[in-house]
Nanobody, 115 residues
Framework: QVQLVESGGGLVQAGGSLRLSCAAS????????MGWYRQAPGKQRELVAA???????DYASSVKGRFTISRDNAKNTVYLQMNSLKPEDTAVYYC?????????WGQGTQVTVSS
């Protein structure tokens, strides 16, 4: 069983920055693909960014150039640096780990961007 714990959410003004962190338990982190998803009220959960075990990254078009995903395998932690935040980035952000039959989710952290 893999547990994921997110932190770093909060309230920020438009144009500001936040850094989300997700700490994973267990020993498969370094082999897993890690992702950040978000879900706004009344909308479906969507992929924001992902990073493979080899460091290849992928971003939603809406955040490309503003958000950066990174990982520290020594700390079993994945990060999401969010810059130039917009009100439409307001959502609950979830961390996800995928590795073979593992598909684990964190509890989510709220990000609210005021205009």
């Amino acid at each position: 069983q893999v547990q994921l714990v997110e932190s770093g959410g909060g309230l920020v003004q438009a144009g500001g920055s936040l850094r989300l962190s997700c700490a994973a338990s267990g020993s498969i982190f370094s082999a897993a693909t890690m992702g950040w998803y978000r879900q706004a009220p009344g909308k479906q959960r969507e992929l924001v960014a992902a990073i493979t075990r080899g460091g290849t990254t992928d971003y939603a078009s809406s955040v490309k150039g503003r958000f950066t995903i990174s990982r520290d395998n020594a700390k079993n932690t994945v990060y999401l640096q969010m810059n130039s935040l917009k009100p439409e980035d307001t959502a609950v952000y979830y961390c996800n780990l995928k590795h073979f039959f593992f598909d684990s989710w964190g509890q989510g952290t709220q990000v609210t961007v005021s205009s």
